[in-house]
């Protein structure tokens, strides 16, 4: 595994949060501290991002599991990998599969039965998530090759378009010394946040192994969020922008292509967001699988084949979890949930970065005594 599959999840992580609720906190908080709560969270971010990087170097091969199994006692490993896999990975799946499947309904079928949608996505993403670390890593970086150049166009297609008004992203960015909410900052530090796979996935990287390119990190976590918050401020206003629960998903269908049959944005925006909401579905649920085996003392290789079946559960397990969701939430108790998650997710990063310096001081002690 090479740098290029760190700056992938980067870039999926900054793919969805169109689809999650982010722009949708920074929208409502546009007047009130949205740009100068992204631009703190944007100075956040990178310093998270550029030193977990930098610790998870110090120890090539080795997940977060394997290093919690060296230097700290055995219950205190348990639970942090629960505690990660249960509140930041798991929820983070379910609620991205129940955001995007009741997306699609809304604007395709809206008449349709709204388990059923979500059980065809759970499907794909049961069978993804519980793969061998290194299938989901070659699902991965396939589908980012496949999705993303479409993506750019996009956004491309929505910067330069002749209905963008500039003014009202300007009169917006005017508002920069406003104090921002902590619920901004949250929001905008959560496109940095695909570093935080390097908790499973840095058992690829060899000897030797040091990240190149490493100033990608804040300039695609820069982009997409600017994109985020200005574009549909340029295409809906200052005002009217707020009316929209699905924000995206009218920015998009608000542009007309004129390439071949295909007429409507929106249908090529759903399409490509299917694979990126399965691809983050599909590394969360794996995350959360491989820190429950490593809390039931059933530890996972790299390649496995066959794959162990308690990945099988454990997926089972996150999709039934994903239906009593949606049997009980809507689309405002969503919005509260998402608002949780991503407060709780962000301190939950500085806890793990903590933990990880500690293991680096206690690496750097052993070398110094040995």
């Given at each position: 595994m090479g740098s290029r599959h760190t700056y992938y999840h980067v870039l999926y992580v900054g793919m969805i949060n169109i689809m999650m609720f982010v722009p949708y906190f920074l929208i409502k908080e546009r007047f009130h501290g949205a740009v100068l709560g992204m631009l703190i969270a944007l100075a956040i971010g990178t310093i998270l991002s550029l030193v977990s990087m930098a610790c998870y170097e110090r120890f090539p091969g080795l997940g977060f599991p394997e290093l919690c199994d060296l230097y700290l006692p055995r219950w205190l490993t348990v639970t942090i990998n629960l505690y990660g896999a249960l509140l930041t990975w798991l929820p983070a799946g379910a609620i991205v599969?129940?955001?995007?499947?009741?997306?699609?309904?809304?604007?395709?079928?809206?008449?349709?039965?709204?388990?059923?949608?979500?059980?065809?996505?759970?499907?794909?993403?049961?069978?993804?998530?519980?793969?061998?670390?290194?299938?989901?890593?070659?699902?991965?970086?396939?589908?980012?090759?496949?999705?993303?150049?479409?993506?750019?166009?996009?956004?491309?297609?929505?910067?330069?378009?002749?209905?963008?008004?500039?003014?009202a992203i300007r009169y917006v960015s005017g508002y920069v010394s406003k104090p921002p909410s902590f619920i901004t900052i949250a929001a905008g530090s959560?496109?940095?946040?695909?570093?935080?796979?390097?908790?499973?996935?840095?058992?690829?990287?060899?000897?030797?192994?040091?990240?190149?390119?490493?100033?990608?990190?804040?300039?695609?976590?820069?982009?997409?969020?600017?994109?985020?918050?200005?574009?549909?401020?340029?295409?809906?206003?200052?005002e009217a922008v707020e009316d929209y629960v699905y924000l995206w998903s009218m920015t998009a269908d608000s542009m007309i292509m004129e390439y071949g049959f295909i007429n409507r944005v929106l249908f090529v925006f759903l399409l490509i967001f299917t694979g990126v909401s399965l691809l983050f579905i599909m590394n969360t649920w794996h995350v959360a699988i491989l820190l429950i085996r490593h809390s039931i003392n059933r530890f996972a290789l790299v390649e496995e084949a066959p794959v162990s079946k308690i990945n099988l559960w454990i997926a089972l397990a996150a999709a039934g979890l994903s239906f009593v969701y949606m049997r009980f939430i809507n689309v405002d108790r969503n919005q509260m949930i998402s608002e949780v998650w991503l407060i709780t997710r962000f301190f939950n990063e500085i806890v793990f970065l903590l933990i990880m310096l500690y293991f680096v001081w206690k690496k750097r002690k052993e070398g110094s005594t040995s």
């Open positions: 599969i129940y955001s995007y499947s009741e997306t699609v309904r809304m604007f395709f079928y809206p008449e349709m039965n709204p388990f059923v949608n979500l059980l065809l996505m759970a499907g794909a993403a049961v069978w993804a998530s519980s793969r061998s670390t290194r299938t989901v890593q070659f699902v991965h970086e396939m589908m980012i090759i496949i999705v993303s150049p479409l993506l750019i166009m996009f956004l491309m297609k929505a910067i330069f378009n002749p209905g963008m008004d500039w003014n959560f496109l940095f946040s695909g570093f935080m796979s390097l908790i499973v996935f840095n058992r690829f990287h060899q000897q030797g192994f040091r990240f190149r390119f490493r100033w990608i990190v804040p300039v695609f976590a820069t982009f997409f969020l600017a994109v985020t918050f200005f574009v549909p401020i340029g295409f809906h206003g200052t």
